[in-house]
């Protein structure tokens, strides 16, 4: 069945520095990415997604990166600042894009240590 | 900006009972989403709907839920007698077109 694989499950780094997250997937028919945040007591927040016509995306301190042959894709966050510190989740889905079920990772508690 | 909102935040209840969940979409959003995430594990899609039915549902969506958009606004998933597996936080989405889903803050779901 679908399934998308995340690691790290958790990442602490200094503030500053540079923060990746790696996602794979098993269903090579998926063809979008979103990358959630989750803080502490809220549902997930999206804050950037990616389609598979396309192999990188930025929108100022992160990047998301798609490597199709491969079947996985990244989450890249430069100059990390302490209210970046939350639970991360990719996901995946098919057939058309934002509107399918998203199937997503196991997520990825990040912590920036000021 | 326009929001989710899911009510209740916290919900306790003996197993055997019925519960439901309330959530109010995004006013223009066309797509309606259930998902749950169970302590320390992943969100997990239960049922998506659209112009008025469902339109796919997971294995964990079984007869014991149910989903309404009974007034054209309130997106309600029902759960007929509660079980203590069933808790779990659970998560209302919302999507237009042509983006990525927005979630509500969720409803914490405690069976007992």
């Known amino acids: 069945g679908e399934n998308v694989e995340q690691h790290p499950s958790t990442l602490s780094v200094q503030e500053g520095d540079s923060a990746v997250i790696k996602c794979t997937y098993s269903d090579s028919a998926s063809n979008y990415f979103p990358w959630y945040k989750q803080e502490l007591g809220k549902g997930p927040q999206l804050i950037i997604d990616i389609r598979s016509n396309v192999g990188e995306k930025k929108d100022q301190r992160i990047a998301v990166t798609l490597n199709k042959t491969a079947k996985h894709f990244s989450l890249h966050i430069t100059e990390t600042q302490p209210e970046d510190s939350a639970v991360y989740f990719c996901a995946a889905s098919k057939g058309g894009g934002a509107t399918n079920k998203l199937i997503f990772g196991t997520g990825t508690l990040l912590a920036v240590q000021p | 900006e326009p929001e989710v909102t899911q009510t209740p935040s916290h919900q306790v209840t003996q197993m055997g009972q019925e519960v439901i969940l309330r959530c109010v979409p995004i006013s223009n959003h066309l797509y309606f989403y259930w998902y749950r995430q169970i302590l320390g594990q992943k969100v997990e899609f239960l049922v998506s709907?659209?112009?008025?039915?469902?339109?796919?549902k997971s294995e964990i969506f079984d007869d014991q839920f149910s989903v309404e958009r009974p007034d054209g606004s309130n997106f309600t998933l029902k759960i007929r007698s509660t079980k203590l597996e069933d808790s779990a936080m659970y998560f209302c989405a919302s999507i237009p077109t042509a983006t990525g889903a927005f979630f509500g803050q969720g409803t914490r779901l405690t069976v007992v």
């Open positions: 709907f659209y112009n008025n039915e469902i339109s796919e």
